[in-house]
């Protein structure tokens, strides 16, 4: 078992900036591959990034690239997700999620674990 609790959300400015993090806690966390994802109200959950164990590997939508980065530190058991020129578009409760395999990374019901959410407003 892995426990993941976002935080950094809050409310933004188009063109601004926030860095999320996922704080994990429980089995090793360098054998998990972490992902972001996000969901707006009336929306399906959508792929945001993901990044292997060592953090050498990284994936983004592509509705995100150039403007959003994932990372991790896993000598603090964390992953971010730095966003910048945020646009309204980019509303929604962000979930950081845990899976230990590194096949799917954009099908969210191939993650095994959740955290409850952290909400991101930008304001136009």
């Known amino acids: 078992q892995v426990q993941l609790v976002e935080s950094g959300g809050g409310l933004v400015q188009a063109g601004g900036s926030l860095r999320l993090s996922c704080a994990a806690s429980?089995?090793?966390?360098?054998?998990?591959?972490m992902g972001w994802f996000r969901q707006a109200p009336g929306k399906e959950r959508e792929f945001v990034a993901a990044?292997?164990?060592?953090?050498?590997?990284?994936y983004s939508a592509e509705s995100v690239k150039g403007r959003f980065t994932i990372s991790r530190d896993n000598a603090k058991n964390t992953v971010y997700l730095q966003m910048n020129s945020l646009k309204p578009e980019d509303t929604a409760v962000y979930y950081c999620?845990?899976?230990?395999?590194?096949?799917?990374?954009?099908?969210?019901?191939?993650?095994?674990?959740w955290g409850q959410g952290t909400q991101v407003t930008v304001s136009s």
């Open positions: 999620a845990a899976k230990e395999s590194i096949v799917r990374l954009t099908t969210y019901n191939s993650y095994d674990y």
């Open positions: 429980g089995r090793t966390f360098s054998r998990y591959v």
């Open positions: 990044i292997n164990w060592s953090g050498g590997d990284t």
